[in-house]
């Protein structure tokens, strides 16, 4: 199971400079479409061989004066209910404020394991300032600076120290894993409610333990799946519930937690950057996808133009990722909810495929060769063989050709594109490399 960091902390104390420097150890994903840009907020850090999510809670916050404080502060406890641990970021120039005082409090109460960090401190003479912090009452403050990451390989070890290696809980690797995400009043809770009854004593409910179980495993309708953190979507906290900070963190969870993602989206509402969002987690963590449109019940006009609109707003705006099923369905009236279960798993099963070398390379070469990669600056790229690698988490082709380095972009999507058109992959992301041969 994987663990969530968050850090938090007032505007400028250096949040976002911490966070760049912390998910640097690995790869970012840059994506330039439109409402991404939140992607900032959340991304992962390796460090000793040892994977945890980072979210800087600063990407979150309504910039706007009188409920700004409110705000972050509302951040902070969602943060305590829904990380592993909390960094709380202080500034060594500015010292310790009123604001700090009230989050210490917060934390203090909190039995996660915080750890209070003071920025800035640029040079060893300046780690004396950092001392004043100790008055909040959070331990010892470690010192860094997130501009020049002096201090930060310390603080990493300290942190995994502190951080308990989630219960690794055993369940069926043959049995899928359903996560359902998506904004608040999507109708999520509606949808578990319909999947498995109104039966209260499926999920036992007692605070502060619906974290140590994250999987509820079920048999319905003639299907065997897990659903990820069902407890914590039933568990709804009056005070945070509406924020889109909660609704992120929850998702996190979830989607890391899952292999297939079932996104709900609110026909009333159509697809917003919350959505989008989401999406983008999953996107992020290489799951798969099923969409359903809930609230179908609400539409009036059903007919099938309505429909293909939809499909085609839906699909646009999360291209290129486009080979996904959409589900018109309703939690309510438990319309296409048979149908939203049968295609999770069909979903699931595509993620599992692994197609043979002799047939790939019988169906991809002759593709190839009517549509070859262009030749650049006079050199013919010639493409050899394919084959599936075996064991990974999503299903994974790789292309062997003498000059990988001049196929293009575009070539590559060709080449996922044909996988998909002659084996059924709908809902799942794969890869494709091109490697020297
Ligand atoms: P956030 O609002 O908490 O996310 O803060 P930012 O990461 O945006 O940083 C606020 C300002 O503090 C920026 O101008 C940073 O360059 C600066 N800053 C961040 N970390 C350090 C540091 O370790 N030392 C110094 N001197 N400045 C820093
Ligand atoms: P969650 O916040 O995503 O868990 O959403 P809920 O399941 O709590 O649903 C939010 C609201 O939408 C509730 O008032 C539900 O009764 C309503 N709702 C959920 N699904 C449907 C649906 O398919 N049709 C209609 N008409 N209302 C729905």
């Known amino acids: 199971m994987a663990n969530l960091v968050a850090i938090v902390g007032r505007p400028n104390v250096g949040k976002s400079t911490l966070f760049n420097r912390l998910t640097q150890t690995r790869h970012a994903i840059v994506s330039d479409t439109a409402g991404t840009t939140r992607d900032r907020q959340y991304g992962k850090c390796q460090w000793n061989g ?21 705000a972050i502060r509302k951040q902070v406890l969602v943060a305590t209910e829904e990380a592993d641990l909390v960094l709380f970021l202080v500034d060594t120039e500015t010292g310790v404020t009123d604001w700090d005082e009230d989050v210490a409090m917060i934390l203090r109460r909190t039995k996660l394991p915080v750890l209070l960090v003071a920025n800035k401190v640029d ?17 010892d403050p470690v010192c860094i600076s997130a501009a020049t990451g002096g201090g930060t390989g310390d603080l990493l070890d300290l942190l995994l120290e502190r951080l308990k290696d989630a219960p690794d809980e055993t369940v069926d690797q043959d049995i899928p894993r359903f996560a359902v995400v998506g904004r608040p009043n999507a109708g999520k809770s509606s949808i578990i ?20 179980s994250i999987y509820t495993r079920y048999n319905k309708f003639g ?49 917003e950057a919350q959505d989008m969002n989401i999406f983008q987690l999953i996107q992020r963590n290489n799951k798969s996808l099923v969409v359903v449109v809930n609230k179908w019940d609400l539409v009036e006009d059903k007919n099938q133009k309505v429909i ?25 009236t438990k319309q296409r909810i048979f149908k939203v279960l049968e295609t999770a798993k069909e979903v699931y099963q595509n993620r599992k495929r692994h197609i043979g070398t002799t047939k790939l390379n019988e169906v991809m070469l002759p593709i190839i060769e009517a549509t070859p990669p262009q030749s650049v600056k006079g050199k013919y790229i010639k493409i050899k063989y394919c084959s599936q690698l075996p064991n990974t988490q999503i299903p994974s082709f790789v292309f062997y050709a003498n000059l990988p380095q001049y196929v293009k972009e575009q070539y590559r999507r060709f080449l996922e594109n044909k996988i998909r058109e002659n084996w059924n992959l709908h809902g799942c992301p794969i890869n494709v490399f091109v490697r020297q041969k």
């Not at 085609?312 to 369905?329: E, L, T």
């Open 50 to 70: 040892r994977e945890f999510s980072v979210v800087d809670t600063g990407g979150w916050v309504v910039k706007s004066d009188d409920i700004f404080e409110d």
């Open 123 to 139: 040079n060893s003479g300046e780690s004396y300032q950092a001392a004043e912090f100790y008055k909040l009452g959070l331990g």
């Open 193 to 212: 409610n319909a999947f498995i009854g109104e039966d209260r004593n499926i999920v036992t409910e007692i605070a502060g333990t619906t974290r140590d």
């Open 223 to 271: 299907f065997d799946f897990y659903l990820v953190d069902t407890a914590g979507i039933r568990r709804k906290n009056k005070v945070t519930e509406d924020l889109e900070f909660y609704s992120v963190m929850r998702s996190i969870r979830s989607i890391e937690n899952s292999d297939v993602c079932i996104l709900m989206l609110d026909a009333t509402r159509g697809i």
């Open 308 to 332: 293909d609109t939809f499909e085609n707003a839906i699909r646009k705006r999360m291209a290129p990722f486009v080979d996904f099923p959409i589900i018109f369905a309703s939690a309510l």
